[in-house]
């Protein structure tokens, strides 16, 4: 189900050219994704992000011009781009570069030899507004990388999260989903979202990506097994 019933828009940013026309047949074949446009380097995807304001951009990480991390921080720190959820493109699964990008705001990643369903399944969940933190290539990738930041700090606004909007996002920075969440402490997936929205809000996380960096940053929770 896309935001509003609407079609999901997709930019697609990735230097090779084969990589580019697969990615736009896969996801022209689909009757409520859309490609709306497409470019070569971080740069150009960056401008045409600006023009199109898509749902979803694929990112590789690896550019000419300007890599996808730093595309990425761009897109992430114009307002006028909060729609815009940047998933990020890589040929490797524990990539320093991938971690990287979620500290930049993309809210999750792929790696390119994705199977076909999983791409478009990954396409809607990140148009959503979730993160692509459930697969298990993914958690061993936030517990490799966060169990040593460069430097660890304190998130602002983590003294303002309540007992239960701590609880909930050291569940979030799990890998649980809202309803797991809700499982988990006995409360309604409703009220369990509610709780996700307001731990982003007093952060000042852009999406629950962002979330999962600022709960392990700050030391909210450490890297182990998922509840």
Do not use: C, W
Request: hydrophobic content about 45%; aromatic content about 4%; cysteine-free.
């Amino acid at each position: 189900m896309t935001r509003g019933g609407q079609v999901i828009r997709v930019l697609i940013v990735d230097d090779q050219a084969l990589m580019r026309a697969g990615f736009r047949a896969l996801l022209a074949a689909e009757d409520d994704i859309e490609v709306v446009g497409e470019a070569a380097d971080g740069r150009a995807g960056v401008e045409l992000v600006r023009r199109h304001v898509p749902d979803v951009a694929l990112v590789d990480v690896q550019m000419p011009v300007m890599t996808g991390i730093e595309a990425t921080r761009e897109i992430a720190a114009d307002p006028a781009l909060s729609a815009t959820h940047v998933v990020i493109l890589t040929n490797y699964g524990l990539d320093e570069y991938v971690f990287d990008a979620l500290r930049a705001g993309a809210a999750g990643f792929l790696l390119k030899d994705t199977e076909p369903d999983e791409l478009l399944q990954a396409i809607r969940i990140a148009a959503r507004g979730d993160a692509l933190l459930s697969p298990s290539v993914t958690r061993r990738l936030i517990t490799e990388f966060v169990s040593r930041p460069p430097d660890r700090h304190t998130a602002p606004g983590l003294e303002s999260l309540t007992r239960r909007e701590g609880e909930v996002a050291a569940l979030v920075a799990r890998g649980l989903t809202n309803e797991e969440i809700a499982a988990h402490m006995g409360i309604s997936p409703l009220t369990a979202k509610t709780h996700v929205s307001r731990a982003m809000v007093k952060l000042g996380a852009r999406d629950r990506a962002q979330l999962v960096v600022f709960a392990y940053e700050s030391g909210l929770v450490t890297p182990g097994p998922a509840v």
